[in-house]
């Protein structure tokens, strides 16, 4: 691993899980048919020229840069957006390291309490103070994604009643965990560390392509990742961190435009570019896979260094985000495979 690249506190990365967030969708719509400038220096300016300063990437298997190799196993990449953010910022800082806590897997009560990988501290929140309060005043950003997997735990339980129930606890309990996190996180980073948090993107609209009921689990998807994104963009606001906002990124929201899509014919915009930039639509064994390919972490990068003011040129961005993106990834229209973010 390269000396500016360190996983700090992290002993081990933990095996992978399968979830099944699409299964509760797919459940619930078809009873209804038949979701630079800040561093850590107290008055806001950077640190000393020569002297280290840090980018620390926080979250779920995304801030990992997780995609699937060829057998289908979910594996953590260097083309991930903390990756391709870091490399960006690297030409105009070249004394900025990566330092990567993030966990495949991860929900916002195992960020906490720890359950999954093992840190120094016992957990990703523990390991991430420890390290703001180690280099306080040389952290020149944050960012965190994390909060996806807390929902996806709910398609595991039987009967859409236990599912109900537990979307119904399970959100609230999430944005109350993330509440707690971006508050002790802002603590011990300072006031003036910029700090910036994701919205995510909806790997359940691919289900379009499944005829009638998945139609119908793309909207609701869709409706309920609107509610749900804007109770994680408030938590990040309310500790004073920016929103990446790759939600609209990928134009979630956009059934409206249709697009050709080579070996899938003719979907709406926003499935269009979850085929385009995720794993979500590939053929196996690849896919389906809900993790974004290199061109889809280009955007997520992109988003991110757009909302931390710390600018990327649009031709970097579109070199880098076209470089897969040549054609979307034909896949199977079965439920098939489904992973969550891990």
């Not at 735990?153 to 119904?168: F, H, N, T, V, Y």
Request: proline share 5%.
């Amino acid at each position: 691993m390269p000396a500016d690249v360190v996983m700090s506190g992290k002993v081990i990365v933990c095996p992978l899980r399968i979830a099944h967030l699409r299964v509760a969708f797919a459940a619930v719509a078809a009873s209804a048919v038949t979701a630079c400038s800040g561093s850590a220096t107290s008055d806001g300016a950077h640190p000393a020229s020569g002297t280290a300063s840090y980018y620390l990437a926080l979250g779920d298997s995304l801030s990992q840069g997780v995609q699937p190799d060829a057998a289908g196993a979910s594996v953590e990449t260097r083309q991930g957006y903390a990756d391709q953010a870091y490399a960006a910022l690297h030409r105009g800082h070249p004394t900025l390291r990566l330092v990567k806590l993030g966990c495949p897997g991860e929900t916002t009560s195992t960020m906490i309490r720890g359950g999954i990988c093992r840190y120094r501290g016992g957990s990703q929140l523990a390991a991430a103070v420890a390290f703001l309060r180690a280099h306080r005043g040389h952290v020149f950003l944050v960012t965190i994604d994390i909060g996806a997997n807390d929902p996806q735990d709910c398609g595991a339980q039987p009967g859409l009643r236990k599912i109900a129930s537990c979307i119904g606890t399970g959100v609230p309990a999430a944005v109350a965990n993330l509440a707690g996190i971006m508050t002790t996180l802002r603590a011990a980073a300072g006031p003036s560390v910029r700090m910036v948090g994701m919205s995510y993107y909806l790997p359940e609209l691919a289900e379009w392509r499944d005829g009638v009921v998945g139609e119908g689990a793309a909207w609701l998807s869709e409706k309920l990742a609107v509610g749900y994104n804007e109770l994680l963009d408030h938590d990040y606001t309310e500790s004073g961190a920016r929103v990446a906002d790759v939600f609209s990124a990928f134009d979630t929201t956009d059934f409206s435009a249709d697009v050709t899509v080579p070996g899938i014919g003719t979907i709406p915009r926003n499935v269009a570019l979850v085929c385009r930039w995720t794993w979500e639509c590939a053929a196996p064994l690849r896919g389906p896979d809900q993790h974004a390919n290199e061109a889809g972490y280009a955007v997520i990068a992109h988003t991110f260094l757009r909302a931390a003011g710390l600018g990327w040129s649009q031709s970097s961005f579109r070199q880098s985000a076209c470089r897969r993106q040549d054609r979307p990834q034909a896949g199977a229209r079965g439920l098939g495979r489904r992973s969550r973010f891990d």
